[in-house]
């Protein structure tokens, strides 16, 4: 384990174990470099007929944790971390009749997302994958898989690097376009759904491209015909590299509250793994809270921070 951690200081510092975080790059995550995934979690999850309160709560032994902060006052953690929305008005499209939630899953593929779609499938739940650049014979296949199992795969850039892809909205498209054709090859279809690296309102994206980047560029993706997605409700799985497993719980289920249509931001990153751990009890919360579950599509209820 020892080997593991120095491993993964080396390659990753702090900041870009949780894959949202500034610095997120395609070589930390995507690449066969990428360090391994923790060893306990190479163990099947059998999470199917397994009790919720079974499953490990201690986070990973020897990753390195960060003491409790707030990442808020993180300049450098601004992204797809917030759940205090505090920009300009939203548009949101109530569905017509009882309560929805989508749960969606970024910066895929990894080691993690194959747990996570045995996890839905124990319980028979669709849910919403925006996935990143992984062109491997694993990352393919993970593809296929996320697809053949009937979820939806939406597009999240294929590098999701910041300084890259937010430079101008032709420099975006063509990291989006650049994971579509990926995904044409793998599964068949360029997804028509999209959520931009730190959400639509992130401020990392004034750097490359100044402040109004973000509405260029989700004009763009509007042009395209594509539909992009934010969230209603964090999980507040990438306020830290590993987020404690009941505070996932907590904050979903609070923030779902007196809501009827939820789009529940989640990771399956390879580190995101406190996420699987409260992924059953998630579900099973919502399901007690009257919702049933369903992917998205072009035409789903939206949340979006910024409207172009
Ligand atoms: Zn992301």
């Keep these: 384990m020892g080997k593991i951690v120095s491993k993964l200081r080396r390659h990753l510092p702090w900041i870009s174990l949780g894959c949202t975080l500034v610095g997120c790059s395609a070589t930390n995550l995507h690449t066969e470099s990428a360090p391994k995934q923790l060893s306990r979690n190479e163990a099947p999850l059998a999470t199917a007929g397994v009790a919720p309160s079974a499953l490990p709560i201690a986070p990973p032994p020897g990753l390195p944790i960060v003491p409790p902060s707030n990442p808020y006052t993180e300049e450098k953690m601004t992204v797809e971390t917030r759940h205090f929305y505090t920009g300009p008005p939203h548009r949101a499209t109530e569905v017509s009749s009882g309560k929805v939630a989508y749960l969606t899953f970024d910066d895929g593929p990894s080691e993690n997302t194959r747990k996570i779609l045995r996890v839905l499938k124990s319980f028979g739940v669709r849910a919403t994958f925006f996935v990143v650049g992984s062109d491997t014979a694993e990352g393919r296949s993970l593809y296929k898989e996320i697809d053949a199992a009937g979820h939806a795969l939406g597009n999240h850039?294929?590098?999701?690097?910041?300084?890259?892809?937010?430079?101008?909205?032709?420099?975006?498209?063509?990291d989006v376009h650049k994971l579509d054709?990926?995904?044409?090859?793998?599964?068949?279809?360029?997804?028509?759904?999209?959520?931009?690296?730190?959400?639509?309102?992130?401020?990392?994206?004034?750097?490359?491209?100044?402040?109004?980047?973000?509405?260029?560029?989700?004009?763009?993706?509007?042009?395209?015909?594509?539909?992009?997605?934010?969230?209603?409700?964090?999980?507040?799985?990438?306020?830290?590299?590993?987020?404690?497993?009941?505070?996932?719980?907590?904050?979903?289920?609070?923030?779902?509250?007196?809501?009827?249509?939820?789009?529940?931001?989640?990771?399956?990153?390879?580190?995101?793994?406190?996420?699987?751990?409260?992924?059953?009890?998630?579900?099973?919360?919502?399901?007690?809270?009257?919702?049933?579950?369903?992917?998205?599509?072009?035409?789903?209820?939206?949340?979006q921070f910024l409207t172009p």
Excluded at 169 to 174: G, I, L, R, T, V
Excluded at 218 to 239: H, I, L, M, P
């Design 157 to 174: 850039s294929y590098s999701h690097e910041y300084n890259r892809i937010y430079k101008s909205p032709e420099a975006f498209m063509k």
């Design 181 to 303: 054709q990926l995904l044409e090859e793998t599964v068949g279809y360029r997804p028509d759904i999209l959520r931009f690296p730190g959400g639509s309102n992130n401020h990392l994206s004034w750097k490359p491209g100044g402040k109004g980047i973000m509405s260029k560029v989700a004009r763009a993706v509007k042009v395209e015909g594509y539909q992009y997605f934010d969230w209603n409700v964090s999980s507040t799985d990438a306020a830290a590299p590993v987020q404690d497993r009941d505070m996932i719980i907590d904050a979903v289920t609070s923030a779902s509250r007196g809501k009827k249509s939820i789009i529940v931001l989640m990771h399956d990153s390879t580190y995101k793994t406190t996420t699987l751990e409260a992924l059953p009890i998630v579900i099973g919360k919502l399901q007690a809270a009257g919702f049933r579950f369903d992917k998205l599509n072009k035409s789903s209820f939206t949340f």
